[in-house]
T-cell receptor, first 114, second 113 residues
Framework: AQTVTQSQPEMSVQEAETVTLSCTYD???????LFWYKQPPSRQMILVIR??????QNATENRFSVNFQKAAKSFSLKISDSQLGDAAMYFC???????????FGKGTKLTVNP | KAGVTQTPRYLIKTRGQQVTLSCSPI?????VSWYQQTPGQGLQFLFE???????NKGNFPGRFSGRQFSNSRSEMNVSTLELGDSALYLC????????????FGSGTRLTVV
């Protein structure tokens, strides 16, 4: 079974600073997609960013960007200019099995300090 | 446009009972997936439906079942509830496949006592 490892159970960052969340995964597939989702205390999962594995260019979405290293099976999320509203659980999730499902890591709890 | 709607938001059931959870996807989304979220196991895939057909199923016992209707609305059912079924059940919809990214509902918090 595919595994997704988020090695940092908790992270904290000062408001306006930059933080990077790590994710590594194991897959035998050559074509897949990767996602970062955030889950604030309200518990609704929100899509943060999407990366297509066949694209070498790293995805960027406003203050959020990824560092995708396909050979290393690494997919980290960088949050720039952190805001209080960024505080949440962050989940890394690659697709699996013909893209019919996502496999989620255990999550990283991000705290943003004012 | 309206998001993914899950009902009810909270549910308390007794061991041995059965429960049905409902999910209305975003208009135009034909794929609906269900996940179980617990503190110990994290997010685990239950099943995925597309055009009323189950395309994929996770590693859960047969007590967990689901279906999708012609309007893409989906229900999941858990029979003979066990204490370990207490969890947040999340529904997610997508245009066609998970490649497009999911839009999640707010979840149903099920407590089995």
């Amino acid at each position: 079974a595919q595994t997704v490892t988020q090695s940092q159970p908790e992270m904290s960052v000062q408001e306006a600073e930059t933080v990077t969340l790590s994710c590594t995964y194991d897959t035998s597939e050559s074509d897949y997609y990767l996602f970062w989702y955030k889950q604030p205390p309200s518990r609704q999962m929100i899509l943060v960013i999407r990366q297509e594995a066949y694209k070498q260019q790293n995805a960027t979405e406003n203050r959020f960007s990824v560092n995708f290293q396909k050979a290393a099976k690494s997919f980290s999320l960088k949050i720039s200019d952190s805001q209080l509203g960024d505080a949440a659980m962050y989940f890394c999730a690659p697709t699996q099995g013909g893209s019919e499902k996502l496999v989620f890591g255990k999550g990283t709890k991000l705290t943003v300090n004012p | 446009k309206a998001g993914v709607t899950q009902t009810p938001r909270y549910l308390i059931k007794t061991r041995g009972q059965q429960v049905t959870l409902s999910c209305s996807p975003i208009s135009g989304h034909r794929s609906v997936s269900w996940y179980q979220q617990t503190p110990g196991q994290g997010l685990q895939f239950l099943f995925e439906y597309f055009s009323e057909t189950q395309r994929n199923k996770g590693n859960f016992p047969g007590r967990f079942s689901g279906r999708q209707f012609s309007n893409s609305r989906s229900e999941m059912n858990v029979s003979t509830l066990e204490l370990g079924d207490s969890a947040l059940y999340l529904c997610a919809s997508s245009l066609r496949t998970a490649n497009y990214g999911y839009t999640f509902g707010s979840g149903t918090r099920l407590t089995v006592v």
